[in-house]
């Protein structure tokens, strides 16, 4: 993840923290598929929640939760998502990728507005057979 944001990238100003409270196995497909996602909304936060040279830190959170579902959040301390930002009627290729990617993962992908900056969750169902029902 640390990768991300390296030195010589046009986004210098992120830190990247990453926690998770268990291990999470996935076939190969669900694991690029989430992979794709994370990777996006990290990009995403470092590049628009902390403009004009300021520093910040965006944070990835791995739990698994009741249910046999696993969540992924991505979130960051900065500017904040527009008042009418939608994941699904957003016009950005990546949001757009994001949003089939999730539902292709039978996921459901969350925004949560905070003050300050922005959190996005991803609920993933580990049971494939629920996947497939949810996707």
Not at 64 to 74: F, N
Not at 99 to 120: C, D, H, M, N, T
């Amino acid at each position: 993840m640390r990768t991300t944001c390296p030195p010589s990238a046009r986004t210098p100003n992120c830190d990247i923290s990453f926690e998770a409270s268990k291990a999470l196995f996935l076939s190969t497909d669900r694991a690029i598929g989430v992979a794709l996602i994370v990777t996006e909304l990290v990009v995403n936060a470092a590049k628009h929640a902390y403009p004009n040279d300021t520093r910040g830190r965006v944070w990835v959170h791995l739990a698994r939760l009741e249910g046999d579902v696993a969540s992924i959040s991505v979130r960051d301390a900065g500017a904040g998502l527009p008042v009418d930002f939608d994941v699904n009627q957003s016009a950005s290729l990546g949001m757009r990728l994001t949003s089939v990617l999730a539902k292709q993962a039978g996921a459901r992908l969350r925004i949560e507005r905070r003050s300050p900056g922005a959190g996005f969750i991803l609920e993933l169902p580990l049971n494939t057979n629920e996947a497939k029902a949810t996707g």
